[in-house]
């Protein structure tokens, strides 16, 4: 019915309790297909996906968004639907992100985030989060399409051409291309758990400063580095982490 994409890179302390939550849904486990695509981690990483995944491997293509269309190119299922290795799902959000695709002309589908530590702190950064999830969603001006909280119908993506590769936006650019090919919806129910300790660690007005800075030069930028992490190799991959650990 749906295939799931996980992108990974050095995750082992986290990785196990996505892919449990992803693994205990409402659906039944055998109702959908669990993908994981490592990006070269040099941790436990893969050998825990192996535990859980139906299906790893090393990517092939640069940076997350590679790593996703990598995955996206072998999901057996219609729908395919991307989370990040550092997240957690909610116990219904394969249902929910199946039940979105209800209307045949949905090529697109995404939810809100939750914090998963419920810190004061993390909770605003949730609420600013999901206001521009909302406020885009609402208005059609734009939509906040976040990686780890995307589904797609296979065959509309693979035609628009899957993720660009790009330092940043890329999750947010391919909204673009594939409101041209039917309807983008939002799903309010389709709850991802979104860990926010990069901010805290790189600081939350400079990382979303480095982001919209990037994507208003197109989504390359060699001024910034992100997150100052590598991911799978070449080329140097700042938000090597926001897809994964």
């Given at each position: 019915?749906?295939?799931i994409i996980v992108p990974a ?103 809100p985030v939750t914090p998963i ?129």
């Open positions: 019915m749906i295939s890179y050095n995750e082992e302390k986290r990785i196990g309790r996505s892919l449990a939550a992803l693994s205990n849904q409402t659906v039944p486990r055998d109702q959908y297909e669990l993908i994981v695509v490592d990006g070269g981690s040099t941790d436990k990483t893969l050998k825990i996906a192996e535990d859980y995944a139906d299906l790893t491997f090393i990517q092939e293509s640069e940076r997350v968004a590679g790593a996703r269309n990598d995955g996206f190119l072998r999901a057996s299922h219609d729908l395919v639907a991307t989370t990040d290795a550092d997240s957690i799902v909610a116990s219904n959000w394969v249902e929910e992100a199946i039940n979105s695709f209800s209307n045949s002309e949905v090529v697109l589908s995404f939810g530590d419920k810190t004061n702190v993390d909770r605003r950064y949730a609420l600013l989060f999901n206001g521009l999830i909302k406020l885009g969603a609402h208005s059609g001006l734009y939509y906040y399409t976040l990686g780890c909280n995307t589904a797609f119908r296979k065959n509309a993506l693979l035609r628009a051409g899957m993720y660009r590769i790009m330092d940043a936006g890329d999750d947010l650019e391919i909204a673009v291309r594939m409101r041209k090919m039917g309807a983008v919806k939002f799903a309010p129910n389709m709850k991802v758990g979104f860990d926010f300790r990069r901010y805290h660690e790189f600081g939350f007005w400079k990382t979303l400063y480095e982001w919209y800075y990037i994507v208003l030069q197109g989504g390359i930028s060699d001024k910034y580095s992100y997150t100052r992490r590598n991911y799978h190799q070449e080329p140097e991959w700042t938000d090597t982490e926001i897809s994964g650990k």
